[in-house]
Nanobody
Framework: QVQLVESGGDLVQAGGSLRLSCAVSGSIFSSSFMGWYRQAPGKQRELVATITSGGSPNYADSVKGRFTISRDNAKNTMYLQMNSLKPEDTAVYYC?????????????WGQGTQVTVSS
């Protein structure tokens, strides 16, 4: 049974920082392509950042220079350090894991954690 559990969401003032965590149960983490997504009210879910199994990051333009994605394969945990937060960063943040077994793709999601940035 694979489970992704996010934590770290909170209410913070603009300019502040938060660190989100995504703990992954099961034996999939080290081989998974991981990512953070977010969904604001009334908007579609959007990609925030991804990180390969080897640790190579990629970011949406809207968060470049402010957010840092990382992973600790020994702890089966992914992180998102968010600095210089803006009100437009307010959203539910979701953790995602993707892996492929042979020709079969697998896609896993967490339940989300709320980030609210006040102006």
């Amino acid at each position: 049974q694979v489970q992704l559990v996010e934590s770290g969401g909170d209410l913070v003032q603009a300019g502040g920082s938060l660190r989100l965590s995504c703990a992954v149960s099961g034996s999939i983490f080290s081989s998974s392509f991981m990512g953070w997504y977010r969904q604001a009210p009334g908007k579609q879910r959007e990609l925030v950042a991804t990180i390969t199994s080897g640790g190579s990051p990629n970011y949406a333009d809207s968060v470049k220079g402010r957010f840092t994605i990382s992973r600790d394969n020994a702890k089966n945990t992914m992180y998102l350090q968010m600095n210089s937060l803006k009100p437009e960063d307010t959203a539910v943040y979701y953790c995602n894991a993707k892996r492929r077994v042979g020709y079969s793709p697998y896609d896993y999601w967490g339940q989300g954690t709320q980030v609210t940035v006040s102006s």
